[in-house]
């Protein structure tokens, strides 16, 4: 039999072009062919992010907590006041971040499910002085996108910084970084970007390089400090050998690969995909009379998708999906955990991989005692990806 499909909000499938990529005899670190293609995959993650050349790249050995760590370590020092908006799970982890580093953090807390507005973040920096705004692009634990666009102009305006936690949202969700004015986007590896998880990408504005310089304190960790990482990233860019911390070389070189697909497609088709998977997905899980957890639809990403069980379903509907073919995740928030699961479409997943879940998913939901109607949710699906 075939495996699952792996179709979690991270890690997710990766092509076939980036498992080959990876199994390439593994390079020195500073052979001049690798140092080639770390200098092209900080220039191509700048125009993946849409930046200009005074933005600076980095892409080092880690998750996605590393680079949200990083963001945090680099530019909040002891007794910066710092907001942080929580749409969920991750939200929560960035405000431990900035305590752990000495911030003294307010939050705007949104009910799981909710958003917080550009709105509503400008009324609450006209309360204190702000040094910085965080916000998660995309949730992971609630499908909820926010607006990283209207926030960031907020920050811009009150004169704060922005950090904005892509993970789950880069090379999926619009985003223009330059244009928004978001001081950091980061990112993880293992989801839209297309690679197995390991590497942690982040990018830095001009004004967020001009506050880490001011700094007056040291940087709390080590692996975390950008002075550290700085001379390498611009080392591999101007093709110079250098060394800090052993760079996982075959990440490194299947990344050149998943950027290079992606660049290929077109960064705004690469967006439009994603928009058209994540309506095919959503039209399945309404036709199957599931909800979801986002409360509106305007603001529901098009990363995943997170139905809600129906009555008399729980999490054991996910054992039957996985032996019909699809690995699907668990609810995640912490106050909605057994109410829901998550589906993921991210990266390179085809039209059929969606139908495929989606089968799986109305077998398995009639394996668990729900009534629902064969075919229903792939002729819901197939409709909108007709559409297009
Ligand atoms: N932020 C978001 C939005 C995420 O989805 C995740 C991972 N699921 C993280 C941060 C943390 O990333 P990692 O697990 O790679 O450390």
Redesign the pocket.
């Known amino acids: 039999m075939s495996r699952p499909l792996l179709m979690i909000?991270?890690p997710i499938d990766v092509t076939d072009e980036v498992l080959a990529a990876m199994s390439r005899p593994v390079f020195s670190h500073v052979d001049p062919a690798f140092i080639t293609i770390f200098g092209q995959v900080l220039k191509d993650t700048r125009t993946i992010f849409q930046v200009g050349d005074d933005y600076q790249p980095f892409v080092v050995a880690g998750?996605?907590?590393l680079a949200?760590d990083s963001a945090v370590a680099n530019l909040v020092e002891p007794g910066d006041r710092v907001l942080v908006i929580e749409t969920g799970y991750?939200g929560r982890?960035m405000a431990d971040i900035c305590q752990r580093y000495g911030g003294e953090v307010d939050m705007l807390v949104a009910a799981p499910g909710d958003t917080i507005s550009a709105e509503q973040v400008a009324i609450q920096l006209q309360q204190a002085d702000y040094d910085l705004v965080a916000l998660?692009h995309?949730?992971?634990s609630t499908g909820v996108v926010t607006d990283a666009q209207g926030i960031a102009a907020a920050a811009n305006d009150a004169g704060a910084l922005i950090i904005v936690?892509g993970?789950?949202a880069t090379a999926a969700e619009e985003m223009r970084q330059q244009d928004w004015g978001v001081d950091v986007y980061l990112t993880?590896s293992?989801k839209a970007i297309g690679l197995p998880?390991g590497l942690a990408l982040w990018v830095v504005s001009p004004s967020g390089l001009a506050k880490w310089r001011e700094r007056t304190t040291p940087v709390g960790s080590y692996y975390s400090d950008w002075s550290l990482w700085l001379p390498i990233m611009e080392s591999y860019e101007g093709l110079r050998p250098s060394y800090f911390a052993t760079p996982p070389v075959n990440l490194v070189v299947a990344l050149h690969t998943s950027l290079q697909q992606i660049l290929q497609e077109g960064v705004e088709e690469v967006y439009t995909r994603h928009r058209l998977m994540s309506d095919a997905v959503k039209a399945g899980v309404s036709a199957m009379g599931m909800g979801q957890v986002p409360t509106a639809a305007d603001h529901a990403a098009h990363t995943l998708t997170c139905p809600r069980f129906p009555a008399g379903v729980n999490a054991g509907l996910l054992g039957h999906v996985r032996a019909n073919g699809a690995i699907l995740a668990g609810g995640l928030h912490p106050m909605i955990k057994t109410e829901y699961f998550r589906i993921g479409h991210m990266g390179a997943v085809s039209a059929n991989a969606i139908l495929a879940t989606l089968g799986a998913v109305e077998t398995g939901l009639r394996q668990s005692g729900y009534a629902v109607e064969p075919g229903i949710s792939l002729a819901a699906a197939q409709a909108v990806l007709a559409e297009h």
Request: glycine share 12%.
């Open positions: 909000p991270g998750s996605g907590t949200m991750f982890r998660t995309v949730d992971t936690d993970v789950c993880a293992q998880p």
